[in-house]
């Protein structure tokens, strides 16, 4: 055998063996024993992944459970006779549904202007908490030393103060400002009350807005007012919507204030007006006390529902943005 025959048979052997197929490099990566227990591995956790999942699942519907039970009762108790709400035999479902508790229950209180008087106090104490907290936010998420730290920790502390420890002395100062019985004064305590929180959500949405954005603008000659105007305030929307809602819904729902500061009727809020249902024995009117509290209920939740996803939507374009 000649070299050139010797040379042809070793090109032939060194080949591709596959019409189409490319030789395999050296170095690429091939599938081992170590790779095969990982595979091996998930599949064994995979049961277990499962049941945690169902754990998971099953404790969320038990709290959504627990959190509509008073919910659907109440539902549940607005449309009932009085006959059905005296059986010793309740069931969830009114077996003659019946509006007269709504009647009875506009008939017998201020509901109306009640409601009004809290959507006052609600809507203008929200405003007026966003329209503080935001620049205070941002010079304590932009300027942090020990100044802001200090001021951020006392809005912290401040959360847990009980309402008992504060009222006489605010009920003071309100009677030395003759704002007892006002709705300024109440509307004036609803925002000192909300203040600290929504400071506190707000500083967590500026920091979470990067500095380059707002170095960006100064390059361009903006001050630090034009700059939170124009850059940070729409970065801050979702943050706005969703603070000045917590806002609205704790003053919505606040009793004691508004039961200590308000004495004249026509001045008080739904829900202390819905004390006005209990006898002077402390017995209920249960049916129209239903009726209302399903009224004083239903704004809170309508609101939440509708703006719920535009605060999402609104998060989630940030991300991208950023």
Known sequence: MTATESTGGSERSSAPRGAGSAPVPRGTPR???????????????????????????????????????????LLSTAFKPPRELSSMHPTWIPEAPTLENFRQAFAQQP????????????????????????????????FRNRLSRA????????????????????FLILKGLHLVDSRIGLIMVYVVWSLPFALWMLTGYVRAIPRELEEAAAVDGAGRLRTLVSVTAPLLAPGLVATALFAFITAWNEFFFALVLLKSPEKQTLPVVLTHFLGAEGVADLGPLAAAALLATLPSLLLFAAIQRRITGGMLAGAVKN
Do not use: D, H, K
Not at 34 to 50: G, L, Q
Not at 116 to 142: C, D, E, F
Not at 155 to 169: E, H, T
């Open 31 to 73: 599938r081992t024993s170590t790779a095969r227990r990982t595979s091996t591995s998930r599949r064994r956790a995979t049961p277990r992944r499962t049941a945690t999942r169902a754990g998971q699942y099953a404790a969320l519907l038990g709290y959504l459970a627990f959190l509509a039970f008073p919910f659907l009762w």
């Open 111 to 142: 509901l109306l202007a009640a409601a009004g008087n809290s959507l006052l106090a609600a809507a203008v104490s929200a405003l007026l908490a966003i329209l503080l907290a935001t620049p205070m936010a941002y010079v304590l998420a932009r």
């Open 151 to 170: 001021a951020t920790g006392w809005v912290v502390i401040s959360q847990a103060f009980p309402l008992v420890l504060v009222i006489i002395p605010l």
